[in-house]
């Protein structure tokens, strides 16, 4: 690969890059965008979360949710060290914004970003109460493990190891959502208050997804950086979400 042209059709016909020294300005800048997106919001969601385990009804609940938080931060370090490889200064990055502030809660966001960093839109909004942030754990937990399992795809190695290591993680995290939403919907008080916040962070989740038809999707999959247009994951968790709350009975 002695020539940029040969590194775009090496990436476009499914090879793989494993260090930064060969990866070229494009490539790279993609890369980092696609990396500052999970740590801000790994860093953006844990720092939310955390409110929640003074919330919790129970000892076993605050176990719980201490562990989301401390996993979550822990992933977002995890891709952080990557990042740190392309000279990202690690303590400046943690200190460049208040993970834990908020918009208001009817505040209209832009589907997928908002503000200086780079959270998704969903973790500006603020968590209203234990059974709140359980049902936004359930649901964004399903679009998480869509999204990772589209991450752990892409053509830098480095990136694709570690986020196959973080799922299952992330994915136990729903796993105790939805065994919590569980016990909730058991009381007619809180299935109904369990009904509100579905309501409400539904189609908020859905907006993690993008726009249906992504102008650089097409650039993207030639890198190797994506392989599923928006439209077809965001149709797969809708199915997902559909039919676990259908078995919580919450449809």
Same mark, same amino acid.
């Given at each position: ?5 040969? &590194? ?24 980092? @965008? ?7 919001? /790994? ?12 919330? $919790?009804?129970? &000892?076993? /609940? ?5 562990? *989301?938080? %401390? ?6 370090? @995890?891709?952080? =060290?990557?990042?740190? /490889?392309?000279?990202? =200064? ?18 209209? #966001? ?11 839109? #969903? ?22 493990? &869509?999204? %990772? ?10 990136? $694709?190891?570690? *986020?196959?290591? &973080?799922?299952? @993680? ?7 959502? *939805?065994?919590? +939403? ?10 109904? /208050? ?12 859905? =907006? ?22 928006? =439209?077809?994951? %965001? ?9 676990? +709350?259908?078995? %919580?009975?919450?449809?």
């Amino acid at each position: 690969m002695s020539s940029m042209a040969n &590194i775009d059709d090496y990436l476009a016909q499914g090879g793989v890059l494993t260090s930064p020294d060969n990866v070229p300005p494009r490539y790279r800048g993609e890369l980092l @965008r696609l990396m500052s997106s999970f740590v801000d919001s /790994e860093l953006a969601g844990s720092a939310g979360f955390a409110d929640a385990i003074n919330m $919790a009804p129970g &000892i076993k /609940e605050r176990i719980a949710a201490s562990r *989301i938080v %401390l996993e979550k931060t822990d992933h977002a370090e @995890r891709v952080l =060290d990557l990042m740190a /490889e392309f000279g990202t =200064d690690k303590a400046r990055y943690n200190s460049a914004h208040d993970w834990a502030a908020r918009l208001d809660r009817d505040a209209k #966001v832009a589907a997928r970003r908002q503000g200086a960093d780079m959270r998704l839109a #969903v973790f500006h909004l603020p968590l209203q109460g234990w059974i709140d942030a359980v049902a936004m754990n359930v649901l964004m937990g399903l679009a998480t493990d &869509i999204h %990772l399992a589209e991450m752990a795809k892409v053509s830098y190695a480095p990136l $694709a190891e570690t *986020i196959r290591d &973080i799922r299952p @993680r992330e994915k136990r995290h729903t796993e105790l959502g *939805i065994e919590e +939403l569980g016990k909730v919907v058991a009381d007619e008080t809180g299935r109904e /208050e369990a009904c509100v916040s579905v309501a409400y962070w539904r189609p908020r989740v859905a =907006d993690t997804f993008g726009e249906a038809q992504s102008q650089g999707f097409e650039r993207l999959r030639a890198m190797g950086l994506r392989s599923r247009p928006n =439209d077809e994951l %965001l149709h797969e968790w809708q199915a997902v979400a559909n039919r676990q +709350l259908q078995e %919580l009975g919450l449809a």
